[in-house]
């Protein structure tokens, strides 16, 4: 699933191509929403938060979420048509909604209600590295990667940054939250990750952006560990992947 730091450039891909201007086609392919025709109106603005973009057009807002697969594509689409569910068009620009897990429209006034639910946006202006820890270590008891992926602690991380981060704080993804010694610490380094990639089209963790550098453990079952040379172990078989270093995360 998409990462906080790839909707928040889809956003600002959106915003660079639709936002002021026109519509001047919309194409909803969503039965409840097919009647709904937005064009002649101005976008308004374009926002992310956390995994959930919002394009605000006059009194309406396209909300969406890209879930598994889910992308929004600038210019020419190279996908069959049937995996197009929106297109929005204005005199010197489309842009089309493939695959999204979630596409509907909503009332502007209120649009921001199905993500209140959310904790602090990592990349938002809303982050709070103290409001996220109180978060982060609510149910002690819980697991370090499954509490990360919550997104009512705070909103924006994925598979990869969970697993990435259970790394670089030395704790494997099944350890108890409670283990860690420093919340505060641990989501503001999530923070500075996401900021850091935010615009990247290569995502790092390691801080090296060679293809192959990249990333500490996330993918790399059976590669030696970067820091200590051995081997990263990985559990594939559930709902979300885990990696870790036998040595180095305790």
Known sequence: MPEGDTVFRAAAKLREALEGKTLTRCDIRVPRYAAVDLSGQVVDEVLSRGKHLFIR?????IHSHLKMEGAWVIGRVRVPSYKVRIVLE??????????????????????????????????????????????LMADPSRPLAETLLDQRVMAGVGNVYANELCFVFGLRPATAVGAVSDPVRLVSRAQQMLWLNRLRVNRTTTGNTRAGQDIWVYGRDGKPCRRCGTLIQGDRTGDRNTFWCPTCQR
């Open 57 to 61: 057009v006059g009194s309406a807002s």
């Open 90 to 135: 204005t005199a010197d620009s489309r842009a089309s909604g493939v695959d999204l897990g979630i596409l509907e429209v909503l009332d502007r006034a209120t649009d921001t209600d199905v993500v209140a639910h959310l904790g602090p946006d990592l990349l938002g202006p809303d982050w709070s590295a103290p409001v996220a820890a109180a978060n």
